[in-house]
């Protein structure tokens, strides 16, 4: 058969063949491909490996942090200057682009790296059978065809369709979101069968964790699963974040301003006879005050220094304005495994001796109490059924169950959940399989559906202790163990018990696993079924589950409180999802869960108007995942995901936050995200959250801050032309204020700590700008006081015989020191909107009280040496000036004290802190 048949010409989905098609569509055979064979399919399907996409280059870098609208204005300005030779004005505006630039290109420089995290993750070497022999190559040589040997410890290095196998079980977390190892065997599956019971497919990069298998290669490289969420990666852009939209529409809306009045202005100083140099010199000077330079500068380090802070609270922020999103976030999707829950099997019910005993207790450390009802149970109190159960959960055990620094598991999750258990009850493991040594065992397997073990408990007694699948156990006893140590007949009462509690298992959605054991006189010549299916004494059942963190219990009721919802995606079967979404706290519109079948027979409008009543998803895939943010998205809600898959990578780079799990996520995952975690769990999240709107209240009095101070100076400029005074600042003052003397006050307002619970706030509207109504008009309110003030002092310090288009340096030293000082008291006042600085504490933020100490001390460096009269054209001012100078200063803080007593911006929230 033609190699043209071969794999890309079939449609119909490799895990509904039979064995025989398989070979047949790959034209391959058990004895494996030929050396001929694998160079032509080399050559025609590439090499198996993830195609890199290139990181961006420093020029790209450069160029993405300089396409800005406020850096082309700033841009402008500089060439402006320099055109009108004015090299100081250039130089500083200059300088002001250039630390924007490094800035921004060190904290993006790590941004597009999933590719090469996925790329790692790839097996390097793989066991192929060719020519009728057994091969290790490189995992990159293996090519459609090839039947590769699948061991213990290894990964799969291509997706494969399983041929023979035993006892294999494959770890496709990563991929499925599915927190147990996937069962495999051979056979076919119905079409459309979801990826994660796909049981007959193994997929590129999952681990094999038991068992051993053969496979045919069918998909390899970008072809694989893998490669297309490579692929769906490379594809999915990053949305700009609302920060983005909000500064790039301010920018606009401030440099068209900026640029209007210098037009005006120059056309008005031109009709009145001024100079036309000193004009556009003057209008220049306009431009750059409307413009605050310094607040791309200002806001990135306000991010940054919240990023820090939020880093001590466990969030690493990849991404700056990621971090101004959070505050908004009005919908949280989470994963369950891991972040919700702890990713730790914990035994929670055990049923024996007619006895229904709860344990306390979550996770791996063996901290917990037995109770029965209210009470708790004493060891000399146990049934003689629960300790023997208590004794299978050891020596029908494989795990192991250690602490060093901490409590470490070793094998299966379910089994060392029993371990766990048998501690928590008192017992000694490794004391008790010293005593009680394994002689024989049948391991388990999904064809029997239990495991048994064989031991010798005395000189000349055996017992056999078996666990499994209930509805199995169940048909192997004739007897049960009850409260007393007697054994009875199982008949249909005790079998109808067993069933209730099942059931009742089931209500709570925890995983049932039955015990049973048979004493025997001597040891078989080699254990077989026939021994252990029949004859046994039904011990009792063990339920367990993974439990919800208490931490994210209790955060996920503090976010929803917040406004903020909550949506659980996972991989597990719909029945556990929904128990452990209401043993969370999840809000439930409806008890539906909708899977990912769901979701394939939904059409994008349906699952857009649906998804407003829909809290739980299960068994959805990579792209079920993207479509459910999607959905979202086009619903105007401001998303945050978490992952820790690689299956989670599309969709954590395309949501507006990408949350990451640092300790179990993948480096894909990390890549892919705008947040990593350092601790997984949920309750990081909402801490994240609550920072991220502190931050965004800290950047409103920035941002308010800096524009009262861009529209203060335009006031100045503009009312003293319209008025014919000389120019009473220079363009170097103004930068002089705008990006040096604000910068030691602007830089602690971002780092306000918060006056109330914003928690207990709803999340602001996605589309809110960044300058509110009540900020404009506070703005607006403020600035001509500070204008006048300016004004009044420059006014008063002419020369008699002042003429318009002179320059008088000692008035405008004045001037200029007067409007700096304004920004001294405007920074405190800054503070809050509605509440009076004395009542949120006078010397509670103490970075803005230094920070206002060095303005001032730069203000006077500048006005007393040699160097500030060089370079600002300066000229000392008389001490006496300074009784005049800080008494007008201080008149825009007592005059915003007098409308906040009147709630002019608005009133407080009941739980502001006073």
Known sequence: MSL????????????????????????????????????KRLEKYGPNELEAESGPSLWKLILKQLRSPLIYILLGATALSLAMQHYTDAGVIFFIVIFNTVLGIIQEYRAEKALSALYELTAPHARVIREDKEHEIEARDVVPGDVVILKTGSRVPADARLIESEELQIDESALTGESDPAQKEPGSVEKDTPLADQHNMVFMSTAVTNGWGKAIVVSTGMDSQMGEIAGQVRETKREETPLQKRLAGLAKILGISGIGLGVVLFGLGLLRGHDIVQMALFSVALAVSAIPEGLPAVISVTLALGVKRMTKRGSIVRRLP??????????ICSDKTGTITRNEMTVTRVWAGNQTITLTGEGYVPEGQLFVGEETLDPADYSPALEQLVHVSILNNDSKHEKDDEWTIEGDPTEAALLVLARKAGKDPDELRQKTPRIDEIPFSSKYKYMATLHKDSESGY???????????????????????????????????????????????LRPLAMAMKPMDQQPDDLQA????????????????????????????????????????????????????????????????????????????????????????????????LRIVSALQNNKEIVAMTGDGVNDAPALKSVDIGVAMGGTGTEVAKEAAEMVLTKDDFATIVDAIEEGRV???????????????????????????????????????????????????????????KH????????????????????????FLLAPVVAAGTLLMYYFHLPNDWQSNEMYPLAQTIAFTTLAAFQW????????????????????????????????????AVVYTPFGHTLFQTQSIPVKEWLLILPVAASVWVFDEILKQFHVHGRPPKNHKS
Request: proline fraction near 6%; include cysteine; glycine fraction near 6%.
């Open 825 to 860: 008291f405007q920074a405190i006042l800054s503070r809050s909107s509605v509440l009076s600085v004395f009542s949120i504490g006078f010397f509670r933020n103490r970075w803005l009280m230094l920070g206002i100490s060095t303005a001032i001390l730069l203000q006077l």
């Open 756 to 779: 109330w619970d914003v928690l207990k706030q709803p999340p602001r509207p996605p589309d809110e700008p960044l300058l509110t109504t009540s900020i404009i008009r506070r703005m």
């Open 695 to 753: 931050i965004y209240n800290n950047l409103k009095r920035v941002a308010f801050f800096l524009l009262t101070t861009s529209l203060a100076e335009v006031l100045t400029l503009g009312i003293s032309l319209m008025i014919g005074l000389p120019l009473p600042l220079t363009a170097v003052m103004i930068l002089w204020i705008n990006l040096i003397s604000d910068v030691p006050a602007d830089i602690p307002l971002g780092i306000e700590p």
């Open 322 to 331: 990621a971090v101004e999103t959070l505050g908004s976030t009005t919908v």
């Open 530 to 625: 026939e021994h252990v299916e029949s004859g046994l004494i039904f011990l009792g059942l063990t339920g367990m589950v993974d439990p919800p963190r208490k931490k994210a219990i209790e955060a996920i009721e503090k976010a929803q409180k917040a406004g903020i919802r909550v949506i659980m995606i996972t991989g597990d079967q719909p029945d556990t999802a929904r128990a452990v979404a209401q043993k969370a706290g999840i809000e439930l519109a409806s008890d539906t869960v909708l899977t990912g079948v769901d979701l394939d027979d939904m059409s994008d409008e349906d699952l857009q108007k649906d998804i407003n009543e829909i809290n739980v998803f299960a068994r959805v895939s990579p792209s079920h995942k």
């Open 4 to 39: 043209e048949k071969n794999p890309d010409t079939n449609t119909t989905p490799w895990y509904t063949l039979k064995k025989d098609n398989i070979y047949e569509q790959l034209d391959t055979s058990p004895e494996g491909l030929t050396s001929e064979s694998v160079q």
């Open 463 to 509: 017992t056999l202790y078996v666990k499994g699948a209930p509805e199995q156990i169940m048909q192997f006893c004739d007897r049960m163990l009850d409260e007393k140590g007697d054994t009875v007949a199982m008949n249909d009462d005790t079998q109808q018990s067993i069933k209730d509690q099942l059931q009742d298992m089931a209500n709570d959605a």
